[in-house]
Nanobody, 119 residues
Framework: QVQLVESGGGLVQAGGSLRLSCAAS????????MSWYRQAPGKEREFVAS????????NYADSVKGRFTISRDNRRNTVSLQMNSLISEDTAVYYC????????????WGQGTQVTVSS
């Protein structure tokens, strides 16, 4: 089965750093674009960052450019999100996304990991 499992979330003070990881299984990981999204309470789920499978090209939301870095390890089937200079607005549940079917739904989403940035 397709499975995406996020980890690394937690509580951090503003200005601090956190590293999220997403472990992928059940599909060919190497050549697909992997993405991170986030959703704060009462808000729409929003794009954070993505990375291509071949050249490792990245794309970031304007709100996180210069602070977040997405990376992947195709040997371990993982995608990571290094988050630096965190601010309160970064508080959200962070989700890993893959462009594959997952139990009849598309795309596949992880269960999410909570990131809370305190003042």
């Amino acid at each position: 089965q397709v499975q995406l499992v996020e980890s690394g979330g937690g509580l951090v003070q503003a200005g601090g750093s956190l590293r999220l990881s997403c472990a992928a299984s059940g599909f060919t990981f190497n050549y697909v674009v992997m993405s991170w999204y986030r959703q704060a309470p009462g808000k729409e789920r929003e794009f954070v960052a993505s990375i291509t499978g071949v050249g490792g090209g990245t794309n970031y939301a304007d709100s996180v450019k210069g602070r977040f870095t997405i990376s992947r390890d195709n040997r371990r089937n993982t995608v990571s999100l290094q988050m630096n200079s965190l601010i309160s607005e970064d508080t959200a549940v962070y989700y890993c996304k893959a462009p594959v079917l997952q139990q009849g739904r598309f795309p596949a989403w992880g269960q999410g990991t909570q990131v809370t940035v305190s003042s």
